[in-house]
Nanobody, 126 residues
Framework: QVQLVESGGGLVQAGGSLRLSCVAS????????MGWFRQAPGKEREFVAA????????YYADSVKGRLTISRDSAKNTVYLQMNSLKPEDTAVYYC???????????????????WGQGTQVTVSS
């Protein structure tokens, strides 16, 4: 019902910046929230940031506060993750996710999301 496609990943030096994009298609009018998660090899998928589609309230993991910013463009059905002051610890596959309807599970957790993108690789070198 909803398809998500991420882009914008790549290789960047520590201290550099990247902007990830996620375009949603399908029944986008039913999206309650969108989020960014990341997963490094051998590690669990972890929450990065989320945004409520109507109103734009944002939520961040403590590890990225002040460096990463989530935003949306409703006209383009697109959510962004602006990443500044990148660290090698930020290296991971980044996934975009969409929560279709209002539910009872916190949007800072993976079970809250109904749809996932294919992921885009971000590599930060030192």
């Amino acid at each position: 019902q909803v398809q998500l496609v991420e882009s914008g990943g790549g290789l960047v030096q520590a201290g550099g910046s990247l902007r990830l994009s996620c375009v949603a298609s399908g029944r986008t009018f039913s999206i309650y929230a969108m989020g960014w998660f990341r997963q490094a090899p051998g590690k669990e998928r972890e929450f990065v940031a989320a945004i409520i589609w109507n109103g734009g309230s944002t939520y961040y993991a403590d590890s990225v506060k002040g460096r990463l910013t989530i935003s949306r463009d409703s006209a383009k059905n697109t959510v962004y993750l602006q990443m500044n002051s990148l660290k090698p610890e930020d290296t991971a596959v980044y996934y975009c996710a969409a929560r279709w309807r209002l539910g009872i599970v916190a949007i800072t957790t993976t079970p809250a999301y109904d749809y996932w993108g294919q992921g885009t690789q971000v590599t930060v070198s030192s």
